[in-house]
Nanobody, 117 residues
Framework: QVQLVESGGGLVQAGGSLRLSCAAS????????ARWYRQVPGKQRELVAT???????NYVDSVKGRFTISRDNAKSTVSLQMNSLKPEDSAVYYC???????????WGQGTQVTVSS
């Protein structure tokens, strides 16, 4: 059974930093594309950052230069370092793994990030 457990969310003032982590189990982590999404009430889930199994990364324009995604295949974890946070970054953040061949998606339970102005 695949489990993704996120941690690190919370309340921070604008300009501050948070680090989200996602620990995976029940899956061969290194095979999978790892992604962070976020969602605010009433809006579609937004893809924030992606890291493939070679370590190549991609970001939505609104977080480029502020967020950094990384992965540790030995520990089956993916992290999102968020700096210079803005109120518009407030959302529930979800960790996602996607198998590159089967396209199976696995999701974490989400962690709330709130940035106060």
């Amino acid at each position: 059974q695949v489990q993704l457990v996120e941690s690190g969310g919370g309340l921070v003032q604008a300009g501050g930093s948070l680090r989200l982590s996602c620990a995976a189990s029940g899956v061969i982590f290194s095979f999978n594309l790892a992604r962070w999404y976020r969602q605010v009430p009433g809006k579609q889930r937004e893809l924030v950052a992606t890291i493939d199994n070679s370590g190549r990364t991609n970001y939505v324009d609104s977080v480029k230069g502020r967020f950094t995604i990384s992965r540790d295949n030995a520990k089956s974890t993916v992290s999102l370092q968020m700096n210079s946070l803005k109120p518009e970054d407030s959302a529930v953040y979800y960790c996602n793994l996607r198998h590159p061949l089967t396209l199976n998606d696995y999701w974490g339970q989400g962690t709330q990030v709130t940035v106060s102005s």
